[in-house]
């Protein structure tokens, strides 16, 4: 079992910047892909952005390229998604997850572990 707890979302004015981070536990975190999606109400839960066991690779949906960058420490067992340039439409829950696959990472059946999300809330 991997543990995955997220932190950091919160409200912010259009235009602005969040970080947020996701601290794992329970097995060994370098063993998986991790990424990061969103789920805003009534909608399905999007995929928004991936990066590979040692960080190497990193994958992002079109809507937030050149916006989001995704990172991992290793040493820190932890995953970040640094966003700028927040918008409106940026608002929504933000879910990290891990992969032990290695394939799939842009959608959600990619993902074997969740956290429990982290409200963002972009004021325009």
């Known amino acids: 079992q991997v543990q995955l707890v997220e932190s950091g979302g919160g409200l912010v004015q259009a235009g602005g910047s969040l970080r947020l981070s996701c601290a794992a536990s329970?097995?060994?975190?370098?063993?998986?892909?991790m990424g990061w999606f969103r789920q805003a109400p009534g909608k399905e839960r999007d995929f928004v952005a991936a990066?590979?066991?040692?960080?190497?690779?990193?994958y992002y949906a079109d809507s937030v390229k050149g916006r989001f960058t995704i990172s991992r420490d290793n040493a820190k067992n932890t995953v970040y998604l640094q966003m700028n340039s927040l918008k409106p439409e940026d608002t929504a829950v933000y879910y990290c997850a891990a992969s032990g696959k290695p394939y799939g990472w842009g959608i959600r059946t990619g993902y074997d572990y969740w956290g429990q999300g982290t409200q963002v809330t972009v004021s325009s």
């Open positions: 990066v590979s066991w040692t960080g190497s690779n990193t």
């Open positions: 329970g097995r060994t975190f370098s063993d998986y892909a």
